[in-house]
């Protein structure tokens, strides 16, 4: 299996958008769910969203829903997150992970098999 690929991270001001990329497989990608968590530093890892392989169920950490959409390219076999009215508490590293059930778009990080290295998104108030 290959690797996953985080990008996109970077240090923006609260209030604005920004957009996460994440290079995955082939062999990975078509019929996996896939998702992101992200790390606070002094905190655990924490769900933030996910997808069906199909992209037509996702699901979203109550400190996304609203703000956050999750969306995959399958012709890219990438994954998305578009984070708008970024606030301070979303600084983190932000994680993808693929789940090898294609039909479960889980918040349990026990799930998901592979992992990128991660991208820092820092926002500052």
């Known amino acids: 299996q290959g690797q996953l690929v985080e990008s996109g991270g970077g240090l923006v001001q609260a209030g604005t958008s920004l957009t996460l990329s994440c290079a995955i497989p082939?062999?990975?990608?078509?019929?996996?769910?896939l998702g992101w968590f992200r790390q606070a530093p002094g905190k655990e890892r924490e769900f933030v969203a996910a997808i069906t392989w199909s992209g037509g169920r996702t699901s979203y950490a109550d400190s996304a829903e609203g703000r956050f959409t999750i969306s995959r390219d399958n012709a890219k076999t990438t994954l998305y997150l578009q984070m708008s009215s970024l606030k301070a508490e979303d600084t983190a590293v932000y994680y993808c992970a693929s789940n090898q059930n294609g039909y479960q778009s889980s918040s349990d990080s026990t799930d998901y098999k592979y992992w990128g290295q991660g991208t820092q998104v820092t926002v500052s108030s």
């Open positions: 082939q062999d990975t990608f078509s019929s996996y769910s």
